[in-house]
């Protein structure tokens, strides 16, 4: 009897504090909701109900924005970016955590440059770089950047999941004659799936946010992303407050849409193959 | 009463694992099979990333320091600076109260939401909770939208008829107070959003490492009696410890570098209460005209972060 | 294959010198200058250029200016079918990040709004075209008072006064005082025709209430505008001037400018401004006043639309009057944004004649309906009260010769020095002197 009262009581308590920090999470959002749906002259106070629905904010601020364009951008960029940092990232990951070589520590810390700095006054010289490369205001010429200092933290993020691999496993695939390369993606990948999925979700969500980069690296409208759509709510003396929230709305969903997607692979219960009690 | 295992999920394995062994080539099985190479494979696999970084990180940073030796304005010739910057820098007390608003924010951007991270996992990372999809998409929320549009957000919370205004009175606790020109409560106001957007990125990466715990471990601590206090103690926060590590690291970076919250909301006012060495950076980088300043101040920053990294790499005791 | 690790740090490091020494500081890859003809054009010369392309860049993103110049645009293209413009629009803080990385590329905009600390950047190198040639033939030097085509010439960039002309611009823009008509009545008070009268009503209000000042001062620029508005109450305005301009030997820190902050400290101290200003949203602000809270509100022509709106024909505005009765106020103002012709535009002469054709008296209806404020003593006023009482007071300023340009074109760090600093005065964190000196210290360290 007990034993079930225990149970009720951890799990409303468990509910309890879930509700709690989701609704200290929502609260942001749902005073972004609101104000997207405020007519153009009513005034921010804190949460209020609109006035009225407005939802043609959301068509003006999808054509004021430029959204069509810009999504098209974001999405070229963000699906040249997760693939191949997230690639490029379970490699490294995969020699960082695994393996011991000469010149393996002042490697890993170089790649652990782009985490560590402050890029704000790296961008100018970077782009003038780029120019010189005919690389400025072109989608290579941002994804490139992107993918190497995103490469800092799936590094990072990859080797802490490699370290923990399991040597046995390893070396009886050696055993059997597996080269590295076979050991990586035979082996090793099935376990690694929720480190990797989890790492594509941030890839994602941070590349279609990328701000500083894309607005220094991107500036051309033909190549502008999703987040100088919001910033064009933003005037010399005034800002357009509903219709920035309603371009925030919008540049939210797909990315929320592909963290849905992706989550589902974060949870994989026991982890299959290798050698595991 | 049996021992609880410690360690992280590795049944098999003892605990403290020394340096990995080097990868021996095994006893060919046929004459054409080649032998491991000893160095070329780690560089083969290497190589792309080494490529992207060495372009795109390490010559810009390399041209930032050679910056941070000039005057330069962005635009016309610069002039040799030697380590004029970096007097500067060191002399002004202004910049060095910049860094004492970045370790203010550590306990924000750090420990709160890794706090966080670890209860929600608890809560959410094993047992079958209702709603378990929604929970983990709200609590990602943050993470996932535009910081621009979360200051923004932020920015109608603090204000003075703003929602936080508004909880306070539900709670009792009447306030006028725009939180954002206090210059009190301004860089806790900021360190607080900082709370809430790393709080769903730690969750994320813990959530993704007690996958690996084994769950024979759990298993073996009840059978031991442990509730769940002992459970967490003895079976996942050991067994976190790399993504603790990230987690660690990622925020207190965080908290060091912060810039784009700070430049939305306050641009590091009221005053100068809550600059921070990063929308310093910026300024003088892309508005003052100080681009060799801006580098130089960003190589200091830099050798801060690195340190402190390289600190909690040790204390984590990773790759030992 | 074996690669050596040795060989990979030869390599980064040849390819690191190779860069550094490509990339030394200020060496900005680009065309040399293509000087243009200067030359003005007359309609039929225009009609019969041949298909041209214009690309324009600004930061008009909200608001009237924004639909005013597509609809210039679109007439333009009509009366020469010839000619096409290319607008793109960035918001005014990315603008301002990127635009001498914008107009240092190898086809940069022929057209680019840049206001005095973006002119900084792009002048001395190189990268706008002198438009002397076209001031003299188009009479652009008519057009403008002396106060406002100082910071209209200059030839590195930090010193103005002197020089070629580098920009032009369609209309102005000014602070003022708007004050909410019958809330002033109510209390009794008439609009001061001093500055001594000014400060007594501000008490009078304090003492019975009711906000004498609105402000929001979130945005940290705002007590920059009142403080500019005050300060020709204590201080000869011709040598501020000079200090914009950055001519050698003025300083900020002189005892009129410090009493001027003494007045704002105190006038925090005393509770005139909000005692929540610094952590409230301009916007926010302006809304509150349009809503009456607050008898006056010491900010710029641009809110004239939004009051004109929210208070009707309560809605005044007047220029700070003078200590003297009767003598000329010196209000805050300078051009709503000059454009800057490209040095490497193939076109300056046709972007030349589509600034004047912008500028020019017979749109000053719809530029003035917009929000920019008419060189043009015959320009009509926009229907609304308040606007009327604007375009007014920027006529007689104008007139007069009495304006008196934004403090923080005096150097590009201005800003961000000043207006912080601004916000502890205001708070009671900082004194006048401190700063005064703190200003004074960042022009020195610009100007020297």
Same mark, same amino acid.
């Given at each position: 009897? %007990?034993?079930?009262?225990?149970?009720?009581?951890?799990?409303?308590?468990?509910?309890?504090?879930?509700?709690?920090?989701?609704?200290?999470?929502?609260? *942001?959002?749902?005073?972004?909701?609101?104000?997207?749906?405020? *007519?153009?002259?009513?005034?921010?106070?804190?949460?209020?109900? *609109?006035?009225?629905?407005?939802?043609? %904010?959301?068509?003006?601020?999808?054509?004021?924005?430029?959204?069509?364009?810009?999504?098209?951008?974001?999405?070229?960029?963000?699906?040249?970016?997760?693939?191949?940092?997230?690639?490029?990232?379970?490699? %490294?990951?995969?020699?960082?955590?695994?393996? %011991?070589?000469?010149?393996?520590?002042?490697?890993?810390?170089?790649?652990?440059?782009?985490?560590?700095?402050?890029?704000?006054?790296?961008?100018?010289?970077?782009?003038?770089?780029?120019?010189?490369?005919?690389?400025?205001?072109?989608?290579?010429?941002?994804?490139?950047?992107?993918?190497?200092?995103?490469?800092?933290?799936?590094?990072?993020?990859?080797?802490?999941?490699?370290?923990?691999?399991?040597?046995?496993?390893?070396?009886?695939?050696?055993?059997?004659?597996?080269?590295?390369?076979?050991?990586?993606?035979?082996?090793?990948?099935?376990?690694?799936?929720?480190?990797?999925?989890?790492?594509?979700?941030?890839?994602?969500?941070?590349?279609?946010?990328?701000?500083?980069?894309?607005?220094?690296?991107?500036?051309?409208?033909?190549?502008?992303?999703? *987040?100088?759509?919001?910033?064009?709510?933003?005037?010399?003396?005034?800002?357009?407050?509903?219709?920035?929230?309603?371009?925030?709305?919008?540049?939210?969903?797909?990315?929320?849409?592909?963290?849905?997607?992706?989550?589902?692979?974060?949870?994989?219960?026991?982890?299959?193959?290798?050698?595991?009690? | 009463?049996?021992?609880?295992?410690?360690?992280?999920?590795?049944?098999?394995?003892?605990?403290?694992?020394?340096?990995?062994?080097?990868?021996?080539?095994?006893?060919?099985?046929?004459?054409?099979?080649?032998?491991?190479?000893?160095?070329?494979?780690?560089?083969?696999?290497?190589?792309?990333?080494?490529?992207?970084?060495?372009?795109?990180?390490?010559?810009?940073?390399?041209?930032?320091?050679?910056?941070?030796?000039?005057?330069?304005?962005? @635009?016309?010739?610069?002039?040799?600076?030697?380590?004029?910057?970096?007097?500067?820098?060191?002399?002004?007390?202004?910049?060095?109260?910049?860094?004492?608003?970045?370790?203010?924010?550590?306990?924000?951007?750090?420990?709160?939401?890794?706090?966080?991270?670890?209860?929600?996992?608890?809560?959410?990372?094993?047992?079958?909770?209702?709603?378990?999809?929604?929970?983990?998409?709200?609590?990602?929320?943050?993470?996932?939208?535009?910081?621009?549009?979360?200051?923004?957000?932020?920015?109608?919370?603090?204000?003075?008829?703003?929602? @936080?205004?508004?909880?306070?009175?539900?709670?009792?606790?009447?306030?006028?107070?725009?939180?954002?020109?206090?210059?009190?409560?301004?860089?806790?106001?900021?360190?607080?959003?900082?709370?809430?957007?790393?709080?769903?990125?730690?969750?994320?990466?813990?959530?993704?490492?007690?996958?690996?715990?084994?769950?024979?471990?759990?298993?073996?601590?009840?059978?031991?009696?442990?509730?769940?206090?002992?459970?967490?103690?003895?079976?996942?926060?050991?067994?976190?410890?790399?993504?603790?590590?990230?987690?660690?690291?990622?925020?207190?970076?965080?908290?060091?570098?912060?810039?784009?919250?700070?430049?939305?909301?306050?641009?590091?006012?009221?005053?100068?209460?809550?600059?921070?060495?990063?929308?310093?950076?910026?300024?003088?980088?892309?508005?003052?005209?100080?681009?060799?300043?801006?580098?130089?101040?960003?190589?200091?920053?830099?050798?801060?972060?690195?340190?402190?990294?390289?600190?909690?790499?040790?204390?984590?005791?990773?790759?030992? | 294959?074996?690669?050596?690790?040795?060989?990979?740090?030869?390599?980064?490091?040849?390819?690191?010198?190779?860069?550094?020494?490509?990339?030394?500081?200020?060496?900005?890859?680009?065309?040399?200058?293509?000087?243009?003809?200067?030359?003005?054009?007359?309609?039929?010369?225009?009609?019969?250029?041949?298909?041209?392309?214009?690309?324009?860049?600004?930061?008009?993103?909200?608001?009237?200016?924004?639909?005013?110049?597509?609809?210039?645009?679109?007439?333009?293209?009509?009366?020469?079918?010839?000619?096409?413009?290319?607008?793109?629009?960035?918001?005014?803080?990315?603008?301002?990040?990127?635009?001498?990385?914008?107009?240092?590329?190898?086809?940069?905009?022929?057209?680019?709004?840049?206001?005095?600390?973006?002119?900084?950047?792009?002048?001395?190198?190189?990268?706008?075209?002198?438009?002397?040639?076209?001031?003299?033939?188009?009479?652009?030097?008519?057009?403008?008072?002396?106060?406002?085509?100082?910071?209209?010439?200059?030839?590195?960039?930090?010193?103005?006064?002197?020089?070629?002309?580098?920009?032009?611009?369609?209309?102005?823009?000014?602070?003022?005082?708007?004050? $909410?008509?019958?809330?002033?009545?109510?209390?009794?008070?008439?609009?001061?025709?001093?500055?001594?009268?000014?400060?007594?009503?501000?008490?009078?209000?304090?003492?019975?209430?009711?906000?004498?000042?609105?402000?929001?001062?979130?945005?940290?620029?705002?007590?920059?505008?009142?403080?500019?508005?005050?300060?020709?109450?204590?201080?000869?305005p011709r040598p501020v001037r000079s200090w914009i301009n950055g001519t050698a030997g003025t300083t900020f820190d002189t005892d009129g400018n410090k009493a001027a902050l003494q007045t704002l400290a105190d006038w925090g101290k005393k509770g005139y401004l909000p005692a929540q200003a610094n952590g409230t949203r301009d916007d926010d602000a302006a809304a509150a006043f349009g809503r009456g809270e607050g008898v006056f509100d010491i900010t710029g022509s641009w809110r004239s639309v939004l009051f004109a709106k929210s208070l009707g024909d309560n809605a005044g505005f007047f220029t700070l009057p003078p200590r003297a009765s009767g003598a000329v106020g010196h209000p805050t103002g300078w051009l709503a944004n000059p454009f800057v012709i490209s040095s490497k535009s193939k076109h300056a002469d046709i972007a030349a004649f589509f600034l004047d054709y912008l500028s020019s008296p017979a749109n000053s209806t719809i530029t003035t309906a917009a929000g920019y404020l008419p060189f043009d003593q015959n320009a009509p006023a926009p229907a609304g009260a308040v606007n009327g009482e604007v375009v007014?007071?920027?006529?007689?300023?104008?007139?007069?010769?009495?304006?008196?340009?934004?403090?923080?074109?005096?150097?590009?760090?201005?800003? $961000?020095?000043?207006?912080?600093?601004?916000?502890?005065?205001?708070?009671?964190?900082?004194?006048?002197?401190?700063?005064?000196?703190?200003?004074?210290?960042?022009?020195?360290?610009?100007?020297?």
């Amino acid at each position: 009897m %007990n034993a079930v009262v225990t149970r009720t009581k951890a799990r409303a308590g468990t509910h309890a504090v879930l509700l709690l920090f989701s609704a200290v999470a929502l609260l *942001p959002f749902v005073s972004i909701l609101l104000i997207s749906l405020y *007519p153009h002259d009513q005034a921010i106070s804190g949460l209020a109900l *609109p006035h009225s629905l407005d939802f043609g %904010n959301y068509a003006d601020a999808w054509t004021t924005g430029n959204f069509a364009a810009l999504s098209k951008s974001s999405g070229i960029v963000t699906a040249c970016v997760v693939p191949l940092t997230s690639l490029v990232s379970v490699l %490294n990951g995969y020699v960082f955590g695994t393996m %011991n070589f000469r010149f393996k520590t002042p490697l890993f810390y170089l790649f652990l440059i782009g985490l560590v700095m402050p890029f704000e006054a790296t961008i100018i010289p970077l782009y003038y770089d780029l120019r010189e490369f005919g690389l400025a205001n072109t989608y290579p010429g941002l994804i490139l950047p992107e993918t190497a200092l995103y490469l800092s933290f799936g590094t990072l993020w990859m080797r802490a999941h490699f370290l923990t691999a399991q040597r046995p496993v390893i070396e009886a695939a050696q055993m059997e004659g597996a080269g590295p390369w076979t050991i990586l993606w035979r082996i090793l990948l099935p376990g690694a799936r929720p480190a990797i999925t989890t790492m594509m979700a941030l890839f994602t969500v941070w590349s279609w946010n990328e701000f500083l980069l894309a607005l220094v690296l991107a500036q051309a409208p033909d190549v502008q992303t999703a *987040p100088a759509g919001l910033a064009s709510f933003v005037g010399e003396h005034t800002t357009d407050t509903s219709g920035l929230a309603a371009a925030a709305v919008i540049v939210t969903i797909p990315v929320l849409v592909v963290y849905v997607l992706l989550q589902r692979s974060f949870i994989q219960g026991i982890a299959s193959g290798g050698v595991k009690g | 009463m049996t021992k609880i295992i410690h360690g992280g999920g590795r049944a098999t394995v003892p605990p403290a694992t020394p340096r990995l062994p080097r990868i021996r080539p095994k006893r060919p099985r046929g004459p054409a099979r080649r032998p491991v190479a000893r160095t070329g494979t780690p560089l083969l696999f290497l190589a792309p990333g080494l490529a992207l970084v060495v372009a795109f990180v390490v010559l810009p940073v390399l041209h930032t320091l050679y910056l941070s030796f000039f005057h330069w304005d962005g @635009v016309t010739p610069g002039s040799w600076a030697g380590l004029a910057n970096y007097r500067a820098i060191l002399d002004d007390p202004e910049l060095r109260a910049l860094f004492t608003h970045s370790l203010v924010l550590i306990v924000f951007y750090a420990a709160i939401p890794i706090a966080a991270g670890l209860l929600l996992t608890s809560l959410l990372g094993r047992t079958r909770v209702r709603g378990m999809t929604a929970y983990r998409v709200v609590l990602f929320l943050p993470q996932a939208v535009s910081l621009v549009v979360v200051a923004v957000a932020w920015q109608w919370m603090y204000a003075q008829d703003g929602v @936080v205004n508004q909880l306070l009175s539900l709670a009792g606790a009447h306030s006028r107070t725009a939180w954002l020109g206090s210059f009190t409560w301004a860089l806790p106001a900021i360190g607080l959003i900082g709370s809430w957007l790393l709080s769903g990125l730690c969750m994320v990466l813990f959530l993704a490492g007690v996958q690996r715990i084994d769950p024979a471990l759990y298993d073996a601590a009840r059978v031991d009696g442990a509730g769940a206090w002992q459970e967490f103690r003895h079976v996942t926060l050991p067994g976190l410890r790399p993504e603790l590590a990230v987690a660690l690291t990622l925020t207190v970076v965080a908290a060091l570098r912060s810039f784009d919250v700070v430049y939305v909301l306050t641009k590091g006012g009221p005053g100068t209460a809550t600059s921070v060495p990063g929308l310093a950076i910026f300024q003088r980088a892309f508005t003052n005209g100080q681009v060799g300043s801006a580098a130089a101040l960003a190589v200091v920053l830099t050798v801060l972060i690195f340190m402190v990294t390289a600190l909690i790499t040790r204390i984590s005791g990773e790759g030992r | 294959m074996v690669i050596t690790f040795r060989s990979h740090i030869l390599a980064a490091m040849c390819g690191a010198a190779l860069t550094l020494a490509a990339c030394s500081p200020g060496s900005t890859s680009g065309g040399k200058a293509v000087t243009p003809s200067g030359s003005t054009l007359t309609s039929d010369q225009v009609a019969k250029a041949g298909r041209v392309t214009l690309t324009m860049t600004d930061f008009e993103t909200a608001g009237g200016l924004e639909t005013a110049l597509d609809q210039l645009i679109k007439n333009f293209e009509a009366r020469y079918p010839n000619i096409t413009i290319k607008r793109s629009s960035k918001d005014f803080d990315g603008y301002g990040k990127t635009i001498n990385l914008a107009m240092s590329a190898d086809s940069p905009p022929d057209l680019a709004e840049a206001n005095v600390p973006m002119a900084g950047k792009l002048i001395p190198s190189g990268l706008t075209a002198s438009l002397d040639r076209y001031y003299a033939g188009y009479g652009w030097e008519r057009r403008y008072p002396s106060s406002v085509l100082q910071l209209l010439r200059s030839d590195n960039g930090k010193t103005f006064g002197t020089g070629h002309f580098w920009g032009q611009a369609i209309g102005g823009n000014m602070v003022g005082v708007y004050y $909410n008509k019958r809330a002033l009545s109510e209390l009794g008070l008439k609009v001061p025709s001093t500055f001594d009268e000014f400060q007594d009503a501000l008490d009078v209000i304090r003492r019975k209430g009711k906000l004498p000042i609105q402000m929001g001062n979130l945005e940290q620029y705002p007590a920059n505008h009142v403080l500019s508005t005050v300060l020709p109450e204590f201080s000869d305005p011709r040598p501020v001037r000079s200090w914009i301009n950055g001519t050698a030997g003025t300083t900020f820190d002189t005892d009129g400018n410090k009493a001027a902050l003494q007045t704002l400290a105190d006038w925090g101290k005393k509770g005139y401004l909000p005692a929540q200003a610094n952590g409230t949203r301009d916007d926010d602000a302006a809304a509150a006043f349009g809503r009456g809270e607050g008898v006056f509100d010491i900010t710029g022509s641009w809110r004239s639309v939004l009051f004109a709106k929210s208070l009707g024909d309560n809605a005044g505005f007047f220029t700070l009057p003078p200590r003297a009765s009767g003598a000329v106020g010196h209000p805050t103002g300078w051009l709503a944004n000059p454009f800057v012709i490209s040095s490497k535009s193939k076109h300056a002469d046709i972007a030349a004649f589509f600034l004047d054709y912008l500028s020019s008296p017979a749109n000053s209806t719809i530029t003035t309906a917009a929000g920019y404020l008419p060189f043009d003593q015959n320009a009509p006023a926009p229907a609304g009260a308040v606007n009327g009482e604007v375009v007014a007071a920027w006529k007689n300023a104008v007139r007069n010769d009495s304006l008196v340009p934004y403090l923080d074109f005096a150097a590009p760090a201005m800003g $961000n020095a000043m207006f912080p600093a601004l916000q502890s005065l205001i708070a009671g964190k900082l004194q006048p002197g401190q700063v005064a000196k703190t200003v004074q210290s960042t022009w020195a360290d610009y100007h020297s």
